[in-house]
């Protein structure tokens, strides 16, 4: 699919752009996106049933695991075209860059300033003080999974747990903050291989569009959304991307 003529010239007149990402752009890194099915060890859940506080108080070392096989894999995966076609366009543009992602890979692609919704994943917490873990080298977890215990806080001996943000907790303030701040301001909002379905990063696409911004979603299914924005552009974020950035 081509990125339509008219898209490319409100990115050129835009004095601000926001971009929201989810899993889907660095699915061609080969981390797996929320709706991909779970196999080994974990292969009776589902992502989002691993994703909630009561799942970690219930069984620590299941949910330990799982954060732990994804850190070793969201530590071997390599940004792909998508994550870099966006940074070039952070120095083209003035772009704001807001994830629903807990990897790096938009960084590590050069992106700055990215502002990320539900925490990271390489910046695990202490669950009772909330000092941050120390981080340790990548693990080597076996592709099955297996149960690991959580390590225990240097300073209360309390249980470390993922920093990322589980469902039914509040997002980071300060970044909320940001992420609101950039669609207030910008002329062009592209959501980026989200499904759209999780609030309250999903109520930004409708913010964007309220306050008049034109907007775009790049997906390569059909996510039943595409009538709430102005372009909705069918195919891969690798792909579309660099089209995007290059008709620029
Ligand atoms: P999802 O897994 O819900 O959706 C990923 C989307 O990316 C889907 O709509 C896919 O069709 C699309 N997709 C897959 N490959 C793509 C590609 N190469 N290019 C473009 N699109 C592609 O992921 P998110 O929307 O990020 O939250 O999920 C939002 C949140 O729900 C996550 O941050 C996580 C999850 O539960 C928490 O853990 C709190």
Redesign the pocket.
Known sequence: MRVPATLIAELRKALRVAVLT????S??SGLA???DKLSGLWEKYS??QF?TPAAFAADPELVWGWYEWRRMRASAAEPNA?HQALAKLQQRLAVSVVT???DDLHERAGATQVIHL?GSIHAPRCEDCSRPHAATAPPLEPEAGRRVAPPRCASCGGRVRPG????GEALPAEQWQQAEDAVRQCQVFLS???????EP?ASLARYARRRGAVTAQ????D?GLGAAFDHDLR????ELLPALLAAL
């Open positions: 989810g899993a889907g752009i699915a061609e996106t929320f709706r992502p989002m994703a998508g629903q992602n807990v539900h990322v943000v589980w469902f980026i291989g989200t499904s759209g379905v999780v990063a790049i997906n390569t299914e996510t195919g891969s974020a690798s």
